[in-house]
């Protein structure tokens, strides 16, 4: 108990001087002033009963995850593409799927089918996702060839669109597009056309929609649903909400974003 008291009036003497007590030059302070070899540990556990110390923790915000942290629907559209193989007889061909969805509610807003990932393509689906849903505060994506094309960027600029860096090797990154990309590969599996005859084609293709409509269907509650994504993209936005979001997106610049009329979502 004495050694406890020790510790605790060098502590509070300290801090009623105003100083900061930083542990690590704590430690050695005890050990060369009172001759108490005690380990880190244990002088923390005395401090900490004590009232005198508690752990420090910093909370890094860097750009990209506060970017992703969004509160209201089409804040941030996330970017990417994927490689989709096709099995159509013995052939396989692949596709490049370019898809947004949107970071806050996880709402798959557009997509694009190319041959290989282009610029063009990133482009049509800003486009397609413009139509639908207006403009979004900012977009996340990988520094690709193609999501850093002349006309995406140039797009970007003219609609005052913040470009937010994709955290290389963070799952807030660009974590998105990518968990859309598994639950996608996961729903639909490998893709197998048969072209043997016109009833095997029809017959794998009607195999395909059923498996995907039974993967989906099942994770839809039957009564008292959630709201979907889609319905939280039409959820009414107040203009303190879009400016909160922007600063958060954006501290140095205020975005404006236009009105979201209701739309019909395809499915």
């Known amino acids: 108990m004495e050694i406890i008291r020790h510790i605790v009036d060098k502590a509070r003497a300290l801090k009623e001087r105003g100083n900061r007590l930083r542990i690590t030059k704590f430690v050695q302070t005890i050990k060369d002033e009172l001759q108490l070899n005690l380990g880190l540990k244990t002088i923390k556990d005395i401090l900490i009963a004590n009232d005198l ?5 910093k909370k890094k915000r860097p750009e990209f995850y506060q970017s992703l942290c969004q509160q209201i629907p089409n804040g941030v559209l996330s970017l990417d593409g994927s490689t989709i193989n096709i099995h159509v007889g013995d052939l396989v061909i692949s596709y490049n799927l370019e898809l947004g969805v949107d970071a806050g509610s996880f709402c798959h807003t557009a997509y694009e089918i ?17 139509e639908a849903w207006g403009l979004p505060l900012g977009v996340v994506f990988d520094r690709s060839s193609a999501n850093l094309s002349e006309e995406v960027m140039s797009f970007l600029g003219m609609h005052d669109i913040v470009v937010l860096p994709a955290g290389p090797a963070n799952p807030k990154g660009n974590g998105t597009d990518e968990g859309a990309f598994s639950q996608f590969k996961q729903a639909i599996g490998e893709v197998h056309i048969d072209t043997s005859s016109p009833y095997a084609l029809g017959e794998s293709v009607l195999r395909m929609l059923v498996c995907l409509y039974m993967q989906m269907r099942n994770k839809l509650a039957l009564r008292t649903p959630r709201p979907t994504p889609a319905d939280q993209m039409q959820a009414p936005v107040s203009s303190q909400d879009v400016t909160a979001d922007t600063h958060r997106t954006h501290p140095c ?4 974003r236009p009105t979201l009329l209701p739309v019909d979502i395809p499915y």
């Not at 110390?53 to 923790?57: D, E, L, V």
């Not at 610029?119 to 413009?130: E, M, P, R, T, Y």
């Not at 610049?253 to 404006?256: C, I, W």
Request: no cysteine; hydrophobic share 25%; aromatic share 4%.
């Open 114 to 130: 190319t041959p290989t990932e282009t610029g063009d393509g990133v482009l049509s689906v800003l486009k397609k996702h413009q």
């Open 253 to 256: 610049r205020v975005l404006k």
């Open 53 to 57: 110390w508690r752990p420090q923790t």
